[in-house]
């Protein structure tokens, strides 16, 4: 007695379900300059180490003596595998099978995902390559009804969003339920002139009257600059390695801390150009990815969302081996000022660090909130003071380094002051309410408009008051705990990394992340 007809069966039923859509829908998938979704698992994970979960599941059909006549596999490959050692979960869309809509896979492939990623404490990559999830018109032929819309598994992707890290590569057109996925992560990327994410497609902008192409409609420009994505790349390759190396930062689940790495540069480096990198003029901009990379460990900054909120710089870094969140005023866009996007992207990191245990390093040089109609309009006051609950809810350290300005309620958000403060100030630092310039005419309008020497007063008056800027007056009342020399700053924020770990605990936030 032996299986090996049942198991020449399986094997029979697993090659055609590696056919995918066929061979004129991969030729065509291949022809638009795409892998195919079983091509992007490969080159996504470990070699040899993707172990796929219901490879045969499909629609077939059987013959008058009940023999398989022909399979369709599902357009959803999923599965278990490492990506750089560490065990991960994988959903990709398989666009050949009815365009990767939706309505054509099977739920339970999405569900067991979901569900083995967070009750086994694994990070979830989803490859997003399809249309929404209501199925297209003609499938009412075949049951003619509508329905009240619900989408099934979507509380296991929000509980999920809590417990493990989750990345979503938009890997071509992403309509309805696969913009969805794309948005519900903490790190989404799009390839350029591949992928578009859109609520719905050009066919249905155009019955509202908006004739556009799928690029226009929901292209990079579009949605890496507002934030709908986190990063643009130019390749599918590019996205792989953006997807490992973002998860590289992170622990694999809320319930741990994240993996620290054996040191790789000197923890007592200190870095000769910091001392003159900030123009002594108060306005001349200096580009911060100079301070980041001077201070961290060389090489390890991975920025996030270069191409929106552009008021701050945002990624994760590691120093002397620990994974941290980074912050970092701009100031060649408002002078750092907080705009309506910036406290966006200031809400959604500090959730990121927060969830997954990363102290955040901030390098402050903030002119405050965005002032303006347009910023008004664009809603700066309510995003601003979400973004400072942000920080103030924020469960993990905050080592702020004061490199210029911090005026305002923007500009009082580098930490939150209630808890023990862990700050640095360098001697270029700029502080206040509000800032002097400008305000002094306004507080002396009466005086000014009086005297016979304008000039001179105003010239006696500004002096008088930047004296009073100079931050060593702060630091007399102890308002600035320390002043540093800027070549310093590398070895105490290794300080600093070293004493978090101690107070660091693994676990779930009583709150989670805001996608």
Same mark, same amino acid.
């Given at each position: ?11 029979? =039923? ?13 030729? =065509?998938?291949? %022809? ?15 070699? %040899?180490?993707?172990?796929?979960? +219901? ?23 999923? %599965? ?24 054509? &896979?099977? !739920? ?9 990623? /967070? ?52 890997? +071509? ?14 790190? &989404? ?9 859109? /609520?719905?497609?050009?066919? *249905? ?6 004739? *556009? &192409?799928?690029? @226009? ?6 949605? #890496? ?18 997807? $490992?190396?973002?998860? &590289? ?22 870095? @000769? ?8 003029? +108060? ?84 002119? %405050? ?12 006051? !309510? $995003?601003? /003071? ?7 809810? #924020?469960?993990?350290?905050?080592? #702020? ?47 000014? #408009?009086?005297?016979?020497? $304008? ?17 060593? =007056? ?15 700053? =590398? ?5 600093? /990394?070293?004493?978090?770990?101690? !107070? ?12």
């Amino acid at each position: 007695m032996s299986w090996e007809k049942s198991i020449d069966e399986l094997r029979r =039923r697993e090659r055609m379900a590696e056919k995918m859509g066929g061979e004129e829908p991969v030729s =065509r998938q291949r %022809g638009r300059g795409k892998l195919t979704v079983r091509e992007r698992v490969s080159f996504l994970v470990d070699p %040899g180490s993707f172990h796929e979960i +219901g490879k045969i599941a499909g629609v077939a059909t059987y013959d008058d003596d009940e023999q398989l006549e022909s399979f369709m596999a599902s357009n959803s490959v999923v %599965g278990r595998a490492t990506l750089d050692g560490r065990p991960a979960v994988v959903l990709g869309d398989d666009f050949t099978v009815r365009g990767g809509a939706a309505d054509a &896979s099977i !739920r339970g492939k999405t569900v067991i995902a979901l569900k083995q990623a /967070v009750e086994y404490r694994m990070p979830l990559v989803q490859l997003i390559d399809g249309t929404g999830g209501g199925g297209s018109i003609k499938m009412f032929l075949k049951d003619p009804r509508t329905y009240i819309p619900e989408t099934p598994s979507w509380e296991l992707i929000v509980d999920g969003m809590g417990e493990v890290p989750m990345v979503s590569l938009a890997l +071509g057109p992403c309509a309805g339920l696969g913009a969805g996925r794309v948005g519900a992560s903490h790190y &989404s990327v799009m390839v350029k002139e591949l992928s578009q994410v859109f /609520v719905a497609g050009p066919p *249905v902008a155009i019955a509202i009257g908006e004739d *556009v &192409s799928k690029e @226009e409609l929901g292209g990079w420009e579009i949605q #890496a600059k507002n934030g709908t994505v986190d990063d643009v790349v130019e390749t599918e390759a590019d996205a792989f390695r953006a997807a $490992k190396r973002f998860l &590289s930062y992170l622990p694999s689940s809320v319930h741990e801390l994240p993996p620290v790495t054996a040191p790789t540069d000197d923890p007592n480096r200190k870095e @000769e150009s910091l001392i003159s990198l900030v123009p002594k003029d +108060g306005k001349t901009p200096y580009k911060p990815q100079k301070i980041i990379e001077g201070t961290v460990d060389k090489g390890s900054f991975f920025e996030i969302g270069s191409q929106w909120g552009r008021g701050i710089v945002t990624g994760l870094a590691r120093i002397d081996g620990h994974p941290v969140g980074i912050m970092a005023g701009n100031p060649f866009f408002l002078d750092g000022a907080w705009t309506a996007d910036v406290c966006d992207k200031v809400t959604r990191h500090m959730d990121l660090c927060s969830t997954f245990h990363l102290p955040v390093v901030h390098f402050v040089d903030c002119a %405050g909130f965005a002032v303006g109609v347009k910023h008004e309009t664009a809603g700066v006051t !309510r $995003k601003g /003071v979400r973004a400072m609950a942000a920080v103030y809810q #924020a469960t993990v350290p905050v080592c #702020a380094v004061v490199i210029r300005k911090a005026f305002g309620l923007a500009g009082s958000a580098m930490m939150n002051p209630t808890k023990a403060k862990w700050r640095y100030c360098w001697p270029s630092g700029n502080w206040g309410s509000l800032p002097m310039a400008g305000g002094i005419e306004a507080a002396f309008r009466k005086e000014l #408009a009086e005297t016979d020497d $304008k000039e001179t007063l105003l010239k006696s008056l500004y002096k008088k008051f930047e004296a009073m800027e100079d931050p060593f =007056r702060t630091a007399e009342a102890f308002f600035a705990e320390e002043i540093i020399d800027p070549r310093e700053t =590398r070895p105490l924020l290794v300080d600093f /990394v070293h004493h978090v770990r101690r !107070r660091m605990e693994p676990g779930k936030t009583s709150f989670g992340p805001r996608p």
